[in-house]
């Protein structure tokens, strides 16, 4: 017989090995060191063998009980492969299954990644997790989607719609299911208000925001974050997760890759004069390592999502004023003001074209405008900081 001490001492070998408990089980010694339960049996005169799982994940006493549940089926006639491969298919086609299968295919941003996966674990697997994908209805998602909204959380309610509409489109897409059932939902969940990010477009304020970053006072890193985030306008996340790979300061160009993007698509920005100054001076300090922000706790992870927001805070500027992601609306607001095309603008700042061909034809001929407007959006962003309230970027003095 087994005890906990006798495997807790049980060493790797250059060859596996049983330890028996007797009466069918044993735990298999593995050279890498694993410890794997294993219940020998005989059914219908064949010899066979079922895995209970792992130590010390299984520790002797579960795995006891599993060999007597194994030794039940034996008697019901049961042969306890055949049930566990049963179990095991019918758990492949649960709706938690293919959504965790569907998950690990995306390329997310961490962040969106840690979202998407709260969102699942917490509020859509507990209700319907373990629901077999063919047996999902629009009912019993909505169900689901009523009690999300039962907590005033409306929009959460609409984007979990959306992750289960993407699952289960998935499903169809893989032979798993016939269809998916939450266009059926459309129009039954509660409209969601849409309102602004906030953000400062009033040309003084702006010049205010920017004399307060420049005397901010917090981690270089940070510091030099913010200072960027006005001239480059990307959203958040790709700035705060930025790698010294993507910059040619020489150039003057930094390459986001298409893993990084929110559209999933490589995007171009044009560095202006002082976005490649604040980066070669942050480059003594981080320059040695992969990111171009890395976190104050560990070089391995980028500052995180709030250190730009709450940077703002301390500086006295409140949530309804201003946020990191406002630097997108106050820069399409100013330049659109200015007079720069549209089009231009919207490629700046990464907006999805529905027409592919044309998306492509505008990335590569309009890049010498979309540089000139960086360079002009940069040296008005000086202008503001120095002082000026009205004053035109380089494009309007021609």
Known sequence: MLTETKIKAAKARQKPYKLSDGHGLHLLVTPAGGRLWRFRYSHAGRESMVGLG????????????????????????????????????????????????????????????EK????FDTLINPHIGSTPVKALTAPAILEVLRKIEARGIHETA???????????????????????????????????????????????????????????????????????APLV??????????????????????????????????????????????LTELQPLTGNGRLVFPSLRTRERPISENTLNAALRRMGFAQHE???????????????EQGFPPDVIELQLAHAERNK????????????????????????????????ENVVPLRRKA
Not at 322 to 336: K, Q
């Open 54 to 113: 792992a130590y010390p994940e299984v520790k002797l006493k579960a795995a006891r009980e599993r060999a007597t549940d194994t030794r039940k089926q034996l008697a019901a006639g049961s042969d306890p492969a055949a049930v566990k491969r049963t179990v095991r298919a019918a758990h492949a086609d649960t709706f938690k299954a293919i959504a965790e299968e569907w998950l690990g295919k995306q390329r997310f941003e961490p962040a969106t990644r």
């Open 322 to 336: 201003m946020t990191a992601h406002g630097f997108r609306a106050m820069a399409s607001t100013l330049l659109n």
């Open 158 to 228: 609409h984007r979990a719609r959306q992750r289960v509409s993407q699952v289960m489109r998935y499903c169809v897409a893989t032979g798993r299911a016939e269809s998916d059932p939450t266009r059926d939902l459309r129009g039954a969940l509660t409209p969601v208000e849409v309102t602004s990010r906030p953000a400062i477009t009033e040309p003084a304020k702006v010049g205010e925001l920017l004399r307060a970053i420049d005397g901010y006072g917090g981690d270089p890193a940070t510091c030099a974050a913010m200072r960027l």
């Open 357 to 388: 061909v044309r998306a492509a034809y505008n990335r590569a001929q309009r890049l010498e405008e979309r540089r000139k407007m960086m360079q002009a959006w940069a040296d008005y962003l000086d202008g503001l900081k120095a002082g000026g």
């Open 116 to 119: 998407a996966e709260w969102t």
């Open 233 to 278: 306008f990307v959203r958040p996340g790709e700035l705060r997760s930025a790698e010294w790979r993507e910059f040619d300061l020489e150039a003057a160009a930094w390459r986001i890759p298409a893993e990084r993007m929110k559209m999933g698509e490589a995007h171009l920005v044009p560095l202006s004069t002082q976005a490649v100054a604040i």
